[in-house]
């Protein structure tokens, strides 16, 4: 059954059980596109630790976590993994990290609520991120590829599309996930910001 903790922590076996308050209860006259970010095979807790900032940054409300196992999400234990300065917020409920043992049922409630989900990932169908029209529309959830190996065959299957990130300089095709992740949510965020000037 559903684990709802006051600490914003959900462990979801049926990944139907859960609505993040962002999608069901805004207000539709001033609705903005919110983003989500995806935190699945990424290997490294630091990297972990710096998405989970990212996110915050740049107004991301609802994280979900597909395994993960070794990484521990619950702000109200000592050992937690959460970033210090992050706990108040989950704590507050201003921050939802909602686990889900799987990737494909993670990806599954994601699309339930109607929202889609963009790999970054360089691939033959990649949106440039500089090209905002054509990579972002609507509520986006973003999945980041691993540090060593970027996106595995499954990960990618379930994704609606997919953006990627220019270089202009030589030396190596990948950025460090929670860099990537930082300059993806920023152009979402100035993109989502931006409509509402229209």
């Known amino acids: 059954h559903n684990h709802n903790n006051r600490l914003g922590l959900y462990t979801i076996p049926n990944p139907f059980d859960y609505k993040p308050?962002?999608?069901?209860?805004?207000?539709t006259r001033n609705m903005k596109e919110q983003p989500y970010i995806i935190i699945a095979n990424i290997s490294k807790k630091p990297n972990i630790r710096c998405l989970i900032k990212n996110a915050v940054a740049f107004g991301v409300k609802t994280i979900f976590?597909?395994?993960q196992r070794k990484f521990n999400f619950d702000a109200s234990d000592e050992k937690s993994d959460i970033p210090k300065i992050i706990k108040p917020l989950i704590i507050e409920g201003h921050l939802k990290i909602v686990q889900f043992e799987k990737i494909k049922e993670c990806i599954e409630h994601i699309h339930s609520l109607g929202i889609k989900v963009i790999g970054v990932e360089i691939d033959e169908t990649?949106?440039?991120?500089?090209?905002t029209d054509?990579?972002?529309s609507g509520d986006t959830a973003f999945m980041m590829g691993n540090e060593g190996t970027g996106m595995n065959e499954?990960?990618?299957?379930?994704?609606?599309g997919f953006v990627k990130i220019s270089q202009y300089g030589g030396g190596t095709a990948s950025l460090n996930v929670s860099i990537a992740a930082g300059i993806i949510l920023q152009?979402?965020?100035?993109y989502s910001q931006s409509k509402d000037c229209l």
């Open 126 to 131: 990649a949106v440039d991120v500089e090209d």
């Open 134 to 136: 054509n990579c972002f």
């Open 154 to 160: 499954k990960q990618m299957s379930l994704c609606d």
């Open 65 to 67: 976590v597909a395994g």
């Open 21 to 27: 308050n962002s999608v069901s209860s805004r207000n």
């Open 187 to 190: 152009r979402f965020y100035a």
